[in-house]
């Protein structure tokens, strides 16, 4: 049971950092808000990507709607939304004040997350019949296929975004949203630890390592699949709804469907490492540290950069981080034993299958 | 030759193929064959290589799309469904090249291979019960691969793999089993103590069983009717003692056709 | 909607709209050629195609720019994109070639950002267009514009369809190519190099959409960002067509081109790439119906 305890240790040490972070180091808090949020988005890309083995390229798409969702929802409370959008936010007219924020923000990151979920569905029965790489490409298109849409619908600011409800002066909106942040993360990385200790992880693993295998067994494939996807969509969207008032402002290209955060969620679980709980996290927290040390020196080349990371990730670290750790210290990974109490139920004569050792 | 029954539902057999006709582009890999297997009889399947019996066990179970004919389980025609839904309704096949879950234990494979067929999404999220878990430790034992139970698949050698992939099919509770050449890769030292749980899985656990087997000595033994294939089409079918001596089985199988 | 009327009221417009669609399908069939060759022989879906395309066309742009006429850039372009191909697949491609099909989706997505910011850093993200120096025909009295540019670029990507589909059929590398498509262990032992079949497939593939850059920046315009549409679209045409029939994908990529003309012009031209994607996302969901009657899956 030393491999739990581990575990635990590392949940309590990453949630006490957590904790203490705003003391910490209080003029990085939303810096180190956006990183709860990014192991959140690398998570739940990993449970499709990493468990399930449908590599997404539209988990942007949850998060965006996420986002516009939670804003609609927060601003909708207090003021009708078209006239608030129509303003550009800049009306001094649409004041919020304490109550209002929190009534908003209790409302629209749930809702957001909801809404991503359900968007997650329909496009799963649409899309998740198919396998693997025809997947991908899919979701490739509608990613950028929502971006222009949102761009053009004036209910939501179209292509000149939308701000959300500005905080009234006593409020310490990055505490605040810094929490919210820090939250989510736990919520979602126990959530996800819960999830892979079920049978629920089997089936999808299933899909990853032999689908045809799967089918033959009468798995209800696409509806785990579409399960999965859901449970990836939740997560994100309402990641995307607390990214969006950390930001403060809702752009459908650079912010809330923007590509290049897509591609994030992708390279930090695989730089960690697909398919594991803490690889996800991990890809994260390194992939997040060497992006605020290093974009600052790049100045216009480091979407170059993101490019040429991905290239030599890909090609040379397929396995990621926890891949380097198994192959260094296997004893980690030995495969997980069930309870003890199993030996009780010990079938009687377990000693009488010395004949198939040798099959 | 076994006279076929009335039309009648209490008497129709579990599985009946009717004039199943599959082609490959220009290839006729089934022409025109038929079978039937009763509920809780072993039934064999034989034929030289590349007559066609893991065309007929895909069409079967859902693989490959049909030309023509039916397929008949449990008094439903299936020609249509695919894989997932016949494995629910009971009608599941094993590899010829096997196929296990690698990258799991033992104990993994088993408790992925639990039946879907009455169990809802929600039954999904749990560990498994500790009933299902004692079902999966007692198959293993019952295939002989207890003591691996916490090994990966994927290291044990391919005769252990077929066995395990035998006891996923038992743990799914089908109604019915394809077997596609299960003592193939086997070491022959063992290949009784096979065949003996196969006998044991038809009758103790009910489960009716349609064998595509290579050697001759096990499926006589172990079939109560056997059909045999060539070419596509359906050869002769008969008890055992008088497949053995059919002229056109011993020809097919020295090639001389 | 109210050009849905128009062009019931005018139906001359259909006709341009058909022409446009015509000119501009040929230069996706174009790409998708490419795409399919490197997919069928090499298994990878080439996610920088669009790239490769915007790189051809950038570089017929510095042809005009250094006063030399842009249709030198054609051949230019497919030289140097050539090489280009040559030096990514000695370089990265190689090493994935084997891999599961995900991995060189995603670096070749990572090879499609990169090359898009570099062409942004370079030349700026404004949308740029090279003059061909070739006029105009006016049809049904001047109320169909064709200039001649898009039919040059018309027939060209016939010509050059034409001329892959000969080399591949009777040219030493072609037959090398198509035996490795087939079975590339089988290639091998026949002493077929079939690392060298891959760089030059890939070779041939990234010349292909430079020479149908170097047109589009003449007929049409290019931008850093251009890409990726370009790509959707070869590979929507490829799925629809499969890997293997030259005149389905001609025709799939007319017929893709006529559709996102109507679409634009209806829907404005804001919904355009919308509309692109949207089909793509209707055209693998329409196969997947087709396939599951077969008990088969899209895969
Ligand atoms: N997927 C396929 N595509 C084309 N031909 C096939 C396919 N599967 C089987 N065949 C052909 O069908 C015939 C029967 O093969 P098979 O059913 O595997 O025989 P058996 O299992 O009896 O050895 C063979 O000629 C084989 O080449
Ligand atoms: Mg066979």
Redesign the pocket.
């Given at each position: 049971m030393n491999r739990k305890m581990a575990q635990l240790l590392a949940l309590a040490a990453l949630f006490g950092i957590g904790l203490l972070g705003p003391w910490l180091a209080p003029s990085y808090i939303s810096q180190f808000a956006q990183l709860w949020l990014f192991i959140v988005l690398a998570l739940s890309w990993d449970i499709m990507g990493g468990q399930t083995g449908y590599n997404s390229f539209g988990n942007i798409i949850f998060f965006g709607i996420g986002m516009y969702v939670s804003a609609v929802a927060q601003v909708g409370l207090v003021w009708p939304v078209a006239e608030y959008t129509a303003a550009k936010g800049g009306g001094t007219e649409f004041v919020f004040n304490a109550d209002q924020i929190h009534a908003g923000l209790a409302l629209g990151i749930p809702l957001g997350g909801l809404v991503a979920m359900l968007a997650a569905i329909v496009l799963g029965a649409l899309l998740l019949g198919m396998r693997g790489h025809y997947f991908a490409i899919a979701t490739l298109g509608l990613a950028v296929a929502t971006a222009e849409l949102a761009a053009g619908w004036d209910y939501i600011g179209a292509g000149s975004g939308m701000v959300t409800p500005t905080l009234p002066g006593d409020m310490n909106g990055p505490v605040l949203f810094y929490y919210l942040s820090l939250g989510l993360a736990i919520v979602t990385i126990l959530v996800f630890a819960w999830v892979y200790s079920t049978r629920f992880r089997l089936a999808i693993n299933a899909i990853r390592d032999d689908e045809d295998k799967a089918e033959a067994l009468g798995h209800h494939t696409t509806r785990n699949k579409m399960t999965a996807w859901a449970i990836s969509a939740l997560f994100t969207g309402m990641a995307g709804a607390i990214y969006g008032n950390l930001s403060g402002f809702i752009d459908p290209h650079d912010i809330a469907f923007n590509a290049e955060i897509g591609v994030w969620m992708i390279l930090m679980a695989i730089l960690g490492g697909k398919g594991t709980l803490w690889g996800p996290i991990i890809g994260a927290i390194v992939f997040f540290i060497s992006k605020e040390l290093f974009w600052t020196y790049l100045l216009g080349w480091q979407r170059v950069a993101l490019g040429l990371l991905i290239v030599i990730i890909v090609v040379f670290f397929p396995e990621g981080i926890m891949g380097w750790v198994r192959e260094r210290w296997p004893h980690l990974f030995a495969p997980p034993h069930l309870d003890d109490e199993e030996d009780d139920e010990t079938p009687a004569g377990a000693d009488e299958d010395k004949e198939a050792a040798h099959a | 030759m076994r006279e076929k029954r009335d039309w009648q539902v209490q008497d129709r057999p579990l599985l009946e193929v009717k004039n199943l006709t599959k082609r490959?582009?220009g290839?006729v890999?089934n022409h025109n064959v038929s079978l039937f297997v009763e509920r809780g009889t072993i039934v064999g399947l034989i034929?030289?290589?590349?007559?066609?019996?893991?065309?007929?066990f895909n069409c079967i179970v859902g693989q490959?799309p049909i030309d023509e004919g039916e397929i008949w389980f449990e008094g439903e025609e299936i020609s249509r469904y695919r894989t997932a839904h016949i494995a629910r309704m009971g009608l599941m096949r094993t590899f010829?090249q096997t196929r296990i879950f690698g990258k799991m234990t033992c104990v993994e494979n088993m408790l992925v291979s639990m039946s879907e067929r009455r169990r809802r999404l929600t039954d999904l999220f749990t560990p498994g019960s500790r009933a299902d878990r004692a079902r999966a430790l007692d198959l293993l034992q019952f295939v002989g691969l207890y003591s691996k139970r916490h090994h990966l698949a994927g290291s044990l050698s391919f005769g252990q793999q077929k066995l395990l992939e035998f006891a996923m099919a038992l743990m799914s509770e089908p109604e019915m089993l394809l077997l596609d050449e299960p003592t193939a890769g086997i070491n022959p030292t063992l290949i009784n103590g096979l065949v003996d749980r196969l006998r044991r899985a038809n009758a103790e656990l009910g489960i009716t069983l349609l064998v595509?087997e290579h050697n001759m000595r096990v499926i006589m033994n172990l079939a109560e009717y056997i059909y045999c294939?060539a070419h596509?089409e359906m050869l002769a079918s008969g008890p055992p003692e008088e497949i053995r001596n059919d002229q056109r089985v011993i020809d097919a199988y020295l090639g001389a056709t | 909607m109210q050009n849905l009327q128009l062009l019931l009221q005018a139906p001359v417009f259909n006709i341009q709209l058909l022409l446009d669609g015509m000119f501009i399908g040929a230069v996706f069939a174009l790409a998708a050629l490419g795409m399919a060759l490197v997919w069928g022989v090499m298994n990878i879906i080439n996610v920088s195609q669009g790239e490769f395309v915007m790189l051809g066309g950038f570089i017929a742009l510095m042809v005009a720019e250094a006063g030399f006429s842009p249709l030198l850039g054609i051949p230019l372009a497919a030289l140097v994109l050539f090489a280009l191909g040559w030096g990514l697949y000695k370089g990265v491609i190689w090493r994935i070639v084997e891999a599961d099909m995900f991995t060189s989706l995603l670096a070749t997505f990572g090879i499609s950002i990169m090359l898009q910011q570099l062409m942004n850093e370079v030349f700026g993200a404004d949308v740029r267009t090279a003059e061909s120096g070739l006029g105009v025909w006016f049809l049904f009295d001047g109320m169909v514009t064709v200039t001649q540019i898009k039919v040059l670029a018309f027939i060209l990507s016939f010509v050059i369809g034409l001329a892959l589909w000969l080399f591949l059929k009777n040219a030493r590398l072609g037959q090398a190519i198509r035996a490795t498509a087939q079975n590339a262990r089988a290639a091998r032992i026949l002493g077929i190099d079939t690392d060298k079949v891959y760089a030059a497939t890939y070779a041939i593939n990234a010349a292909l959409c430079g020479a149908a850059g170097a047109l589009v920046v003449m007929a049409w315009s290019i931008h850093p960002y251009m890409g990726l549409p370009y790509t959707l679209r070869s590979f929507m045409i490829v799925i629809v067509a499969g890997l293997g029939n030259l005149a389905a994908v001609i025709s799939a990529g007319l017929g893709l081109g006529m559709a996102e003309q109507f679409a634009g012009f209806i829907l404005g031209a804001e919904f355009q790439l919308a509309f692109v994607f949207l089909l793509l996302v209707a055209v693998l969901v329409g196969r997947q119906i087709a396939l599951a009657r077969k008990r088969q899956y899209l895969k």
């Open positions: - | 490959f582009g290839v890999a034929g030289p290589n590349g007559s066609g019996k893991t065309t007929l490959y010829q595509i294939l596509g | -």
